[in-house]
Structure formats: C-alpha cells, structure tokens
C-alpha cells in the first residue's frame, strides 16, 4: 500500500502502490501545469468507511510514497480515464484501472 502525503497532514492517504503510480503521473502534470484540482477517493477496506476528497494546488507540499522500489508497468488507458476526470468540474475520481486486452 502506497501512502500519499498532503500538505502538512501527519496521516497519509492510503492508495495502493499500482493506482498511486497512475495518479503520480496525472497529478505532476495537472501541477505542473499550475493548475488546481480535487482528488477524491472511497476509503480502503479497513480504513472508516466512506470517501474523500483534497483540493489539489501547486504550491501545496505532495509527496507519494511507494510500498515496492519497483515502478510498476503504466496503463495509457487508466491514465487516460484519469486525465479525462481530472480536466472535468468534479475533478480527479479513482477510478478503477482499465484493463487491457488484445482487443484494445
């Protein structure tokens, strides 16, 4: 399980390592950018049940940490899903990942 870490809060978010990988990649490119977001999420299993949702700025500290050293093999499609959500009014949404097949 990754953990991401916002802002000056003590308590990370819980993301596993695969999905903050993907969102790593659409988050540094929304800041780099210099554009603000929100992120939502549903809790993990385990975690209080519900979801949540951070605003996103560049100028707000961020910081992912990953459980493996590995980098996993990216999905263009899941960071596709990602981006679209990302360019929308409600934001980037987790969303499950896109698995690819043949046919894709």
Do not use: C
């Not at 990649?25 to 929304?30: D, F, G, L, P, Q």
């Not at 360019?87 to 499950?96: C, D, F, P, R």
Request: charged residues 25%; hydrophobic residues 40%; proline residues 5%.
């Amino acid at each position: 399980m990754g953990s991401l870490y916002y802002g000056d809060a003590t308590e990370p978010i819980l993301i596993e390592d695969r999905a903050l990988a993907h969102l790593k990649v659409v988050i540094a490119t929304k800041l780099r950018r210099n554009e603000s977001f929100t992120l939502s999420w549903k809790h993990p299993d385990g975690v209080l049940a519900g979801r949540s949702t951070i605003w996103l700025h560049p100028s707000i500290p961020l910081r992912f940490v990953f459980q493996f050293a590995d980098s996993p093999d990216l999905s263009r499609a899941w960071i596709e899903d990602l981006a679209q959500s990302a360019s929308s009014s409600g934001g980037i949404t987790l969303v499950e990942e896109h698995l690819e097949t043949a046919e894709d």
